[in-house]
């Protein structure tokens, strides 16, 4: 969300990817990756804006926020944590509605005003965490057009921390497939040790 104190608005509804193994997570709610929109009905699209844009402006919260929800079986969200901070799902948010994230918290924070929405985003985007099976020697990922925050080739990545994340924008949700295969290439370079 991007909220000015008094008014919110939210900008994207996510689904988080937790304790995934296949991409290293050996936690079962440890947080490794995003898809950006969530997929779910309008209905409860609905409920989690209504709830994320009271408990902001509850708060008076300004700039960019982020709200953890678990919608149940019955399309129930329930609030988890408010994180009153940039969130990891910025990257993907700022592909999905072609807009600056930044920029717009600057806006609302200095001058209280809030981004105008075009449209319902018609991309989707994936941020896949990859973490350390064993501690690893790390390759050169830089020849990996869709991963980000890459270690410095020859570096030791010890068991179960962070290697990378690989992001990845497409029309629909099968981009996922495209991630788990970049996945797969980079698990191939890394040298366990």
Excluded: W
């Amino acid at each position: 969300m991007i909220s000015s104190t008094k008014e919110a608005v939210t900008l994207t509804i996510n689904e988080q990817l937790l304790g995934v193994r296949g991409l290293g997570q050996r936690e079962p709610f440890g947080y490794c990756g995003n898809v950006v929109p969530l997929i779910t009905d309008e209905a409860v699209a609905e409920r989690c804006k209504s709830i994320a844009e009271k408990i902001t402006q509850h708060f008076g919260l300004a700039g960019s926020n982020g709200l953890d929800l678990v919608i149940s079986k019955e399309g129930i969200p329930y609030v988890i944590e408010v994180n009153p901070r940039f969130q990891g799902t910025l990257e993907c948010v700022e592909r999905v509605l072609r807009m600056n994230v930044v920029e717009a918290h600057m806006k609302a924070c200095v001058q209280r005003t809030l981004p105008m929405l075009k449209k319902k985003p018609s991309v989707f985007c994936v941020r896949l965490i990859l973490f350390a099976p064993k501690r690893s020697v790390m390759p050169d990922l830089s020849v990996f057009e869709e991963v980000r925050d890459i270690p410095v080739p020859g570096v030791i990545v010890e068991e179960d921390e962070p290697i990378c994340s690989i992001v990845v924008e497409g029309a629909n949700k099968t981009l996922l497939r495209r991630a788990r295969r970049t996945t797969k290439l980079v698990y191939k370079l890394v040298k366990q040790i």
